[in-house]
């Protein structure tokens, strides 16, 4: 897939005001037309590798600065803030929030610190798991160097093979002196992994799945030949609480151990080459469908991007306990809560079974957007018969046509389930699904007429 154009008018036009020249004369010292310069300020024409050397050359500029919307989270991280239901009325879409963030990215800025630091966002903004949310949604959930050390790690292991769980034990012998022992419930009641260095052992719980075992011992992998280049990137973040980082480690050392066990190159060929068929994938790889669901929100590698894959894991009260949205557009899943239309929901009635639907967004009774969604029991701690919570992927309808499991589904607009984003951030009309009314809207009484849904919505 190609690359997004570079804009960076609003940096450069800042950088001509300190400068106190006028454009004919900037563009003089950047060896570019005053014609061209203009378009670039006003984001008619993208900003070549070219013009940005000559920046630096003539001028004391950092080239860091044309990617200020990094800082709260790029286009994604804007579209978290304005999906908060104090907006839901305005129906402000990504193409505006786009324009925003190109044309006055401080002002942007701006608002996203004022949402950050108001009530209830300032909440969220002390909370560690929320901020570790946040540094995963800013790197968009792709971390390049992690990439390449486990495919590397993986083609010197010969993960290939097709007992990876062996090739893990062998690494951890040969490399480690670890031996791997699988010890009974009752000795382990309580843990999933142990790691005994008296008696040079690593202990892991009977009743994990042979892929959460595998996951387990990949994620010690990690911790022993990794930790410097993951804490170097966790060290990078700018968290004010010490938790967060900790929550961002755990997540790369997570991500390393994915990578490990699907190596970016051959995972990528094997969902092209398969249509990105789930079940096919699972047995290939050896891997739980968390695991799986986790690896196809990460595939962003420059000239080798897969599909942007969206995750999120729902419990049965329909909380988000993960949310991944990688390079996804699915706005929804940054919602506190899920829809009851989505077959989330229904998964958990049918353990083990794929729920396929095809959904869009119903902001203010206009639908935006459309991804076709993939649905699915896990199991609770890895263990067999546990299916506590439902991991759901989705990609936008455009780009699914080609997937297996695609095959008879209509991928039409007017076939789509339009969702919200939880009854209580909804302004649907007609939902006789609704279980709360939407805040920020009045209701209509009528003693007379009674509609099929709980509450009426007065006419604004």
């Not at 929100?297 to 995750?311: A, E, I, K, N, Y």
């Not at 794929?354 to 459309?370: K, M, N, P, T």
């Amino acid at each position: 897939m190609a690359e997004d154009a570079f804009f960076a008018g609003p940096a450069i036009r800042r950088l001509r005001k300190r400068e106190g020249l006028t454009q004919a004369a900037i563009a003089a010292r950047l060896e570019i037309s005053p014609s061209y310069l203009n378009l670039i300020e006003r984001n008619q024409r993208p900003i070549s590798a070219r013009v940005i050397m000559r920046l630096v050359e003539q001028f004391d500029f950092d080239p860091r600065t044309l990617r200020e919307d990094e800082a709260i989270g790029g286009l994604d991280g804007l579209a978290r803030r304005f999906a908060d239901e104090r907006f839901a009325d305005l129906g402000i879409d990504r193409e505006e929030m786009q324009e925003l963030l190109s044309a006055a990215p401080q002002a942007a800025a701006a608002f996203a610190r004022l949402y950050d630091n108001a009530a209830p966002a300032s909440l969220l903004a002390d909370d560690p798991f929320a901020a570790s949310r946040r540094e995963i949604e800013r790197w968009r959930n792709h971390f390049a160097d992690l990439d390449v050390a486990a495919e590397e790690l993986a083609d010197e292991m010969r993960l290939s093979r097709g007992d990876i769980g062996l090739a893990l034990v062998d690494r951890l012998r040969e490399r480690h002196q670890l031996s791997v022992r699988i010890l009974p419930q009752d000795v382990m009641p309580d843990s999933l992994r142990r790691l005994d260095l008296h008696a040079r052992q690593v202990q892991l719980s009977e009743m994990l799945s042979a892929a959460s075992r595998n996951f387990q011992l990949a994620l010690l992998v990690a911790q022993l030949e990794q930790r410097d280049q993951i804490d170097a990137i966790a060290k990078g973040a700018r968290f004010e609480d010490e938790a967060a980082r900790g929550f961002f480690t755990r997540h790369l050392m997570g991500y390393f151990a994915g990578a490990l066990i699907m190596p970016y190159g051959r995972f990528l060929r094997a969902c092209e080459g398969t249509g990105y068929d789930l079940p096919v994938l699972l047995r290939r790889f050896g891997v739980s469908f968390e695991q799986l669901a986790h690896r196809l929100t990460t595939l962003q590698r420059v000239g080798q991007r897969g599909l942007p894959f969206f995750m999120v894991r729902v419990d049965r009260a329909g909380q988000f306990s993960k949310t991944f949205v990688g390079a996804s557009t699915a706005r929804f899943v940054n919602s506190e809560v899920s829809c009851p239309l989505w077959h989330v929901h229904r998964a958990f009635e049918r353990a083990g079974e794929l729920q396929v639907q095809f959904v869009s967004l119903d902001v203010a009774g206009e639908r935006e957007g459309g991804w076709l969604t993939m649905a699915r029991t896990v199991e609770g701690r890895g263990e067999p018969g546990e299916t506590q919570f439902v991991v759901a992927i989705g990609v936008e309808a455009v780009l699914a046509g080609e997937l297996a499991q695609a095959r008879g589904i209509s991928l039409r607009s007017d076939d789509a389930q339009p969702i919200g984003p939880g009854c209580a951030s909804c302004h649907r009309v007609r939902c006789s699904q609704r279980s709360l009314p939407p805040h920020g809207r009045k209701l209509h009484f009528d003693t007379i007429h009674r509609s099929v849904t709980p509450f009426e919505l007065a006419k604004s």
